[in-house]
T-cell receptor, first 112, second 112 residues
Framework: GENVEQHPSTLSVQEGDSAVIKCTYS??????FPWYKQELGKRPQLIID?????GEKKDQRIAVTLNKTAKHFSLHITETQPEDSAVYFC???????????FGTGTQLKVEL | DTGVSQDPRHKITKRGQNVTFRCDPI?????LYWYRQTLGQGPEFLTY????????KSRLLSDRFSAERPKGSFSTLEIQRTEQGDSAMYLC??????????FGQGTRLTVV
């Protein structure tokens, strides 16, 4: 089955700096890669996603890149703000509507 | 509220008791998923439905766990003879076949 590894487990940055979180996956048939943000005590919420026919996607301060050959994808957050502090999860999915396999999460802390 | 709703939000039960959780998905979503999340980990897949059909169950799902979605709308997850290791957050999510998975707030189960 699919295995998703995520690094780092914790990340501390200064406000205004960039943050990068990296994930690798094992199943070459996976074709959908979402990123979820989960604040303490709240539900995971999708912040950006990418499909395997695209190499990069950007939404304001957030971007995701995908390298299918190397089977890794990354989340980039620029100009970080305190409200970006949360746990971020990457995930991989094989086929439309199937289960998501999640990474172990990255605790991002944006310090003033 | 048109999001995914779960009931109850919290459940404390004694070891050996049975518990049942309910999930109401977004109304037009035909896919419904159950995940389990423990502290510091990403959501772990348990099972999912397309309409009323249960399409996949995780090998991690023991015989004590059963899920139903009798009319293709809401779903229930029952845990029989609860054990302390069952303590976790149980998350429900729903989606259309190729769309984003929306998560509910979860049911936090504590087995004492």
């Amino acid at each position: 089955g699919e295995n998703v590894e995520q690094h780092p487990s914790t990340l501390s940055v200064q406000e205004g700096d960039s943050a990068v979180i990296k994930c690798t996956y094992s199943d070459s048939a996976s074709n959908y890669f979402p990123w979820y943000k989960q604040e303490l005590g709240k539900r995971p919420q999708l912040i950006i996603d990418i499909r395997s026919n695209v190499g990069e996607k950007k939404d304001q301060r957030i971007a995701v890149t995908l390298n299918k050959t190397a089977k890794h994808f990354s989340l980039h957050i620029t100009e970080t703000q305190p409200e970006d502090s949360a746990v971020y999860f990457c995930a991989a999915q094989r086929g439309g509507g199937n289960k998501l396999t999640f990474g172990t999460g990255t605790q991002l802390k944006v310090e003033l | 509220d048109t999001g995914v709703s779960q009931d109850p939000r919290h459940k404390i039960t004694k070891r050996g008791q049975n518990v049942t959780f309910r999930c109401d998905p977004i109304s037009e979503h035909n896919r419904l998923y159950w995940y389990r999340q423990t502290l510091g980990q990403g959501p772990e897949f348990l099972t999912y439905f397309q309409n009323e059909a249960q399409l996949e169950k995780s090998r991690l799902l023991s015989d004590r766990f059963s899920a139903e979605r009798p009319k293709g709308s809401f779903s229930t997850l029952e845990i029989q003879r609860t054990e302390q290791g069952d303590s976790a957050m149980y998350l429900c999510a729903s989606s259309v076949r190729t769309g984003e998975a929306f998560f509910g707030q979860g049911t936090r189960l504590t087995v004492v």
